[in-house]
């Protein structure tokens, strides 16, 4: 008749009430997702609809759908990180800095090559897009760099797994113990 129970705790340490909760929150969040890329989906239509019958001359529709998408992606990203039990937090940070990385240059780029194309025959390409996507790359490159320092985990003494960071903690709650001693 089901499962025996020996104790609450399954062997990944969890409670039969916590990974029900767990489970709840990842579909409940995995539903929203559904949900907001169906209005997206529904939003974009309904623009291209406006633009295409009232100025069918500028096609503005473009901006909204990579300025929405960005959206959309980062919520996206925030239900995989969440499903998939992305730990620590800075490593959280990385992934959503990379995502809306790509995502927002995206719609750089789309504005950059838009605007030219209205304009040529009046100026030169300018690539403006380009500074932003080398700027915040280098950014981008010195956060993974930092990440990797003092977040990557190494083995310790004891055979426990720490960060550096978890190590220089230790090690400065060691000198504090010494001085109050």
Known sequence: ???????????????EENLRRIAALKIKFRLSVKIHLIAYIFGIVLLISINVLFSP?????IYPIFGWLIGLMMHLTA????????YPIAK???????????????LLFV????????LIG???RYLWFLYPVFFWGVALIIHYIVYLGFYNKK???EGERQSRMDRAIEKEMHKM?????
């Open 155 to 157: 083995l310790y003494e």
């Open 92 to 106: 959280r940070a990385v992934i959503f800095n990379i995502v809306a990385y790509i995502f927002v240059n995206l």
């Open 122 to 124: 009046i100026k030169p």
């Open 1 to 15: 008749m089901g499962r025996i129970i020996v104790n609450e705790f399954d062997e990944n340490g969890f409670s």
């Open 57 to 61: 001359l500028i096609l503005w529709f």
């Open 111 to 118: 504005i950059n090559s838009y605007t030219d194309a209205l």
């Open 79 to 86: 239900y995989i990180v969440y499903a998939k039990g992305v």
């Open 177 to 181: 113990r010494k001085k109050s001693a």
